[in-house]
Nanobody, 117 residues
Framework: QVQLVESGGGLVQPGGSLRLSCAGS????????MGWFRQAPGKQRELVAT???????NYAESVKGRFIVSGDNVKKTVYLQMTGLKAEDTAVYYC???????????WGQGTQVTVSS
């Protein structure tokens, strides 16, 4: 059974930090691309950051300089270090993996991040 399990979400004050983790299991192939998306209430899901198997990263403009994505495509783990958090970062964060060869896409169940004083 394929699973992506996120952890690390929670409540943090503005300016604070959180580190999200995502671990894949039941996936036989290495990840081609791993990343994080988020969805705030009433809004569409949007890209936050992605990383390829070669280490190339891509960030949404709104998080550049504050968030860092990292991971291991063979172990199928991906992380998101978030600093300088703002109220507008409040959302459910989802990890996503696309594997090599088949380009099958997998999503996690989401973890809530709330930035509030």
């Amino acid at each position: 059974q394929v699973q992506l399990v996120e952890s690390g979400g929670g409540l943090v004050q503005p300016g604070g930090s959180l580190r999200l983790s995502c671990a894949g299991s039941g996936i036989s192939r290495s990840a081609r691309t791993m990343g994080w998306f988020r969805q705030a209430p009433g809004k569409q899901r949007e890209l936050v950051a992605t990383i390829t198997s070669s280490g190339t990263t891509n960030y949404a403009e709104s998080v550049k300089g504050r968030f860092i994505v990292s991971g291991d495509n063979v172990k199928k783990t991906v992380y998101l270090q978030m600093t300088g958090l703002k109220a507008e970062d409040t959302a459910v964060y989802y990890c996503r993996m696309i594997v090599v060869v088949t380009f099958a896409m997998y999503w996690g169940q989401g973890t809530q991040v709330t930035v509030s004083s």
